[in-house]
């Protein structure tokens, strides 16, 4: 699926224009690459997480010499994909969510009685 593909998608599932579609996902995406910029981590929950990984450097080959050559160690952008994009992908049904702990209600305070 093409950048214009998932534009059109969005536009027609929540009835916007292909323009206001176009700039929500270059503010999503312009969001995302920003915090990976700064070093951090954009999550989206059951999609998958967006950071950034350090390479070391390491010996590669060039392939038409043969010769050795250095490659310098240097930061890539990275993705792991979310618990619900994994079981999407392999044909399963999402994992359930557990249910959220409500807290237990307060008692109210007994106050001793008169006699």
């Given at each position: 699926?093409?950048?214009?593909?998932?534009?059109?998608?969005?536009?027609a599932?929540i009835?916007?224009?292909k323009?206001a579609?176009?700039?929500?996902?270059?503010?999503?995406?312009g969001?995302?690459?920003?915090t990976i910029?700064?070093?951090?981590?954009?999550?989206?929950?059951?999609?998958?997480?967006?950071?950034v990984?350090?390479?070391?450097?390491?010996?590669g080959?060039?392939?038409?010499t043969?010769?050795?050559?250095?490659?310098a160690?240097?930061?890539?952008?990275?993705?792991?994909?979310?618990?619900?994009?994994?079981?999407?992908?392999?044909?399963?049904a999402?994992?359930?969510k557990?249910?959220?702990?409500?807290?237990?209600?307060?008692?109210?305070?007994?106050?001793p009685k008169?006699?």
């Amino acid at each position: 699926m093409t950048k214009a593909e998932i534009v059109e998608k969005v536009a027609a599932e929540i009835k916007i224009s292909k323009a206001a579609a176009a700039k929500a996902l270059a503010v999503i995406t312009g969001a995302i690459t920003q915090t990976i910029k700064a070093g951090g981590k954009a999550t989206l929950i059951g999609f998958g997480t967006f950071f950034v990984a350090q390479r070391k450097a390491r010996k590669g080959r060039n392939p038409q010499t043969g010769k050795e050559i250095k490659i310098a160690a240097k930061k890539v952008p990275k993705f792991s994909a979310g618990a619900a994009l994994k079981a999407a992908a392999s044909g399963k049904a999402a994992p359930a969510k557990p249910k959220a702990k409500r807290p237990l209600p307060k008692k109210a305070a007994v106050k001793p009685k008169k006699k």
